[in-house]
């Protein structure tokens, strides 16, 4: 991502698309685990507040190489969690 405002919007696109297919799981699978829905859910809302904090936060703004390294490590943060969230999903069904 070239800018803050596109990072966001990575963000809040991945995650609303994580707890899209988590809220079908929900209202379309027959015998739903609810709770468990639930906690998926949650850790989605969680994870998208804890990212995007760290957006508007970058440590090192003098020294250029350490400001890329921040948000080269966000992006491998970002992939990660979905793959992790997006796993969770597929377990519950």
Known sequence: MSNR?????YINET??????DCLFYKLF??????????????????TQNELL????????KDVKGRVKAYYKKL???IKERANT???EIASLG
């Open 5 to 9: 405002r596109g990072l966001k919007k």
């Open 15 to 20: 995650m609303e698309l994580l707890y899209v």
């Open 29 to 46: 699978v027959v015998d739903a685990d609810q709770e468990a829905a639930n906690k998926v859910i949650k850790t989605i809302v969680e």
């Open 53 to 60: 904090k760290r957006v508007s936060v970058n440590e090192g």
């Open 75 to 77: 992006n491998l943060d």
């Open 85 to 87: 969230i997006a796993k």
